[in-house]
């Protein structure tokens, strides 16, 4: 009897956490452009989590883009990653040709996910 009380006590306990881990966790990513008044742009990739297992990774790939002839040049890129429960993966590439037009592009993928995610700032020009 006292051993059946106790492997209940075990299994309510293991259910809570596992219910707490599944239902309070977040996950969130984006990309980010910001034109600065020194002619040049700033960009960023962020892959953000919290309330996970303290095993997952998280994983940011950003590109900034230039429009040239036609057509979108990578002019910088970046990648970054985290560990834990809790976790923030950033990426900041930047371009400097004034009076051009760029965007923002990230892949975001994790242990949170299947397979990976992708996210796209607006197009703005450099001033």
């Not at 700033?42 to 892959?47: D, L």
């Not at 297992?53 to 990653?81: H, K, M, P």
């Not at 923030?88 to 051009?100: K, L, M, Q, T």
């Not at 397979?115 to 450099?126: A, L, P, Q, R, Y």
Request: proline fraction near 2%.
């Amino acid at each position: 009897m006292k051993r059946g009380i106790i492997v209940l006590f075990l299994m309510l306990a293991l259910i809570s956490i596992y219910t707490s881990t599944v239902f309070a966790g977040s996950v969130s990513y984006s990309s980010s452009l910001f034109p600065l008044s020194s002619g040049s742009v700033y960009g960023q990739s962020i892959t953000e989590w919290s309330g996970q297992g303290i095993f997952c990774d998280g994983y940011v790939s950003g590109t900034l883009w230039r429009w040239s002839s036609n057509q979108w040049i990578a002019e910088s890129g970046a990648t970054d990653s985290a560990q834990g429960k809790e976790g923030c993966a950033i990426v900041h590439p930047e371009g400097f040709n004034s009076g051009s037009y760029y965007c923002e592009t990230g892949t975001h993928w994790g242990d949170f996910w299947s397979g990976s995610k992708t996210s796209e700032s607006d197009v703005v020009i450099c001033p």
